[in-house]
């Protein structure tokens, strides 16, 4: 029987993003259900502590009391639509709110919706201000998902499917002023750069590496715009990112917390030099709902939350727990964690491979706590906790994620040594986290045809995907097979074939695996036989398939560890089960079993 939940990921994986339904399912995300703070629960009341704030979007935490009267105030009001001809004070007040958050040294906004979209704004301003068509990002970057966005960040994978992009858009290292100095020439409207580069597994600038580019920007007369979409309103210490590191750039973008995590808002920032295209072509912006009265009042009461004195010390302490814990984390799992980076609330562990984040990631939920990946760095894992979280609630999750590293690097460290010592590489290695396909190979001290009847009369006693391998099933196909992904039922249509030297199970492609074997294959040998249990998947996920491989893979081994002694036990109490010696009489004493990797 379906699942709620099923029925929802089938339905997203229909109409709306078959690959995020088909990750949620897998990792076991629940259905969501209300949220308080850093916690948030899903239909059955279970609550997860949130490690990641949703890409910036949950910075202030979930239903923050603050934001949600605020909502009540503007709603009680009645004045809920933008004319967009009458004075519209709500949002007037904003726009002057922001100038005051930058010493009015950007005194200037323009409110919109979403992060893309507000760049696009920006990179029109600087286009029109200077002149010139070309634009400088870095590597890595992530600016949103428009034309313009995408062109900015020019991953290879969007240009083979999009492509072509837009004209003038170039890339630079980030962190590399050489190259930038290079590059900078009297075509350069503007460089676009976020201070800490999150969707390339959270990367923190060099020293003095912002400074420097603010520098050069001046002298080459092109605009510095920083996205400030994730860390802006104290993620990084300071109300923005670039007050910390001491610069003012000519434009910053921010959104995301900005709407305190309930409704779309965002805004571009500006100096009085790049906003005199609003005089010249007025018409420059338009955005039908952007900076409508509710989403202004929740914008003014995020920039009052941020502002807050002790709201920022709040973060400092944190930041430092945050940096300390995993600091400590990556130097007693050098086998599991590349590296750890960090700026402030916002950090990334970056794993050997992607397999072993998303065994860390699965395993994470399993024990009621959320976090996820770089987007452009599958590798890394997120640690970047709504800004509100309590002190108790922090040192629960790190101390989460520290027994889960234990964990991993324990199943890194016996794969090695079933591997006769072979040690995997930390980089590029085998993962620790193990990928299609699974396989396990056992000697009984049976023979093959006994193993084989009884896989025969029960053709799925080591399946790692039954809800019960025990129950009575005959080969065929069965619509409604009953699974199990962990300690989650799942339901889709599979078949059984009983086969000269085995078993073989094969699921139909549908909404969660494109494709799915197990096979099971007993040889006879020197005194019993050998039984090889090989499982084979394809989720066809593209560049998240060894992230969701890593969960399938600890699944289907830890359900297998418990499997095979059970068909061993279902061996020994069978009538006459006595194994045999190798000349065929019974045995007193069972020989020793042995068990490979």
Request: include cysteine; glycine fraction near 12%; charge should be negative.
């Amino acid at each position: 029987m379906r699942t709620r939940r099923q029925f929802l990921a089938e339905a997203k994986a229909a109409h709306n993003h078959p690959a995020y339904a088909k990750m949620a399912f897998v990792m076991g995300c629940g259905v969501q259900g209300k949220g308080e703070g850093s916690r948030v629960l899903d239909d059955e009341g279970t609550s997860y502590l949130a490690l990641f704030d949703q890409y910036g979007n949950q910075s202030f935490g979930y239903s923050h009391p603050r934001i949600v009267a605020a909502l009540r105030e503007q709603l009680d009001t009645g004045v809920l639509n933008s004319t967009k001809i009458m004075f519209e004070e709500v949002q007037i007040r904003l726009s002057e709110r922001l100038a005051q958050a930058t010493g009015q040294r950007l005194p200037y906004s323009y409110l919109a919706n979403g992060g893309g979209e507000t760049i696009d704004n920006a990179l029109k301003l600087a286009r029109a201000a200077t002149g010139r068509p070309g634009v400088i990002s870095a590597r890595g970057c992530f600016h949103g998902k428009t034309f313009a966005t995408l062109s900015a960040s020019d991953r290879p994978e969007h240009r083979a499917l999009l492509g072509p992009f837009m004209e003038h858009f170039r890339q630079v290292d980030f962190g590399d002023v050489d190259q930038l100095a290079a590059a900078l020439d009297d075509t350069v409207a503007a460089v676009l750069l976020e201070p800490v580069q999150a969707e390339a597994g959270v990367i923190v600038p060099p020293p003095g590496y912002l400074q420097e580019v603010r520098e050069l920007c001046t002298e080459a007369g092109a605009l510095l715009i920083l996205d400030e979409m994730q860390t802006a309103f104290g993620r990084c210490g300071a109300f923005f990112a670039h007050d910390r590191f001491g610069i003012t750039p000519d434009m910053v973008c921010v959104g995301k917390a900005f709407g305190g995590g309930v409704l779309p808002l965002s805004a571009v920032l500006g100096t009085e030099r790049v906003w005199e295209v609003l005089r010249v072509l007025p018409s420059t912006f338009g955005s039908s709902l952007g900076g409508n009265p509710l989403s202004c009042r929740v914008g003014l009461e995020a920039i009052a939350i941020a502002s807050d004195e002790a709201f920022l010390t709040g973060v400092e302490e944190r930041s430092l727990r945050i940096d300390e814990r995993l600091t400590a984390a990556a130097a007693n799992f050098p086998g599991l964690i590349a590296e750890h980076r960090g700026l402030g609330m916002m950090h990334g562990l970056e794993f050997t491979d992607g397999a072993t984040a998303g065994l860390v990631l699965g395993r994470l939920l399993e024990e009621g706590v959320t976090s996820t990946y770089s987007l452009y760095n599958p590798s890394v894992l997120r640690v970047q906790p709504p800004m509100v979280v309590s002190e108790d609630d922090l040192d629960h999750g790190l101390s989460v994620l520290e027994g889960i590293l234990t964990e991993t690097d324990g199943h890194r460290r016996s794969r090695t040594s079933a591997r006769d010592g072979a040690a995997a590489s930390a980089h590029g290695g085998e993962p620790t986290a193990e990928l299609s396909p699974v396989t396990r190979t056992v000697t009984l001290p049976y023979p093959a045809g006994r193993v084989l009847d009884l896989l025969r009369s029960r053709p799925r006693l080591l399946d790692p995907f039954a809800a019960d391998p025990t129950a009575p099933s005959a080969p065929g196909h069965e619509p409604e097979f009953a699974g199990r992904l962990g300690g989650d039922a799942v339901v889709w249509a599979d078949r059984a074939e009983l086969l000269d030297d085995g078993v073989r199970l094969s699921a139909d492609p549908g909404w969660l695996w494109h494709t799915l074997e197990r096979r099971m294959t007993v040889t006879p040998g020197d005194g019993g036989s050998h039984l090889e249990v090989r499982v084979a998947w394809h989720t066809d996920s593209g560049a998240y398939e060894d992230m969701l491989g890593g969960r399938i893979g600890f699944l289907a081994g830890e359900r297998l560890a418990g499997l095979i002694p059970a068909l061993e036990s279902a061996l020994e109490s069978a009538p006459g089960a006595a194994p045999a010696e190798p000349d065929g009489r019974p045995q007193t004493a069972h020989a020793p079993r042995q068990h490979v990797a």
